[in-house]
Nanobody
């Protein structure tokens, strides 16, 4: 089992940047593929980015390609989401999640953080 805690959310102007972090408990972090998801009010939870256990493979939603970068540091049990050129439509609660393989659908992920709010003003 793994516990996840996100941080780094906040209010930023359009065009700005934020870096989200997700710290995982336990000694088995490197066994998990990790994903970042977001959910805006009244919308489904969508995958933003995902990364394989080693970090060798990454996946992005079309809406964030070229702007967001997912990375991980297995020595620090942490996964990151660097978000640049933020837009108002990026406003959502962002969650990190862990699973034993990379899934597109949120229902494939077993463990979730509590979420962190990202608000982008125009």
């Amino acid at each position: 089992q793994v516990q996840l805690v996100e941080s780094g959310g906040g209010l930023v102007q359009a065009g700005g940047s934020l870096r989200l972090s997700c710290a995982a408990s336990g000694r088995t972090f490197s066994r998990y593929a990790m994903g970042w998801f977001r959910q805006a009010p009244g919308k489904e939870r969508d995958r933003v980015a995902a990364i394989s256990q080693s970090g060798g493979s990454t996946f992005y939603a079309d809406s964030v390609k070229g702007r967001f970068t997912i990375s991980r540091d297995n020595a620090k049990n942490t996964v990151y989401l660097q978000m640049n050129s933020l837009k108002p439509e990026d406003t959502a609660v962002y969650y990190c999640a862990a699973s034993f393989r990379v899934y597109t659908d949120y229902r494939g992920y077993n463990y979730w953080g509590q979420g962190t709010q990202v608000t982008v003003s125009s």
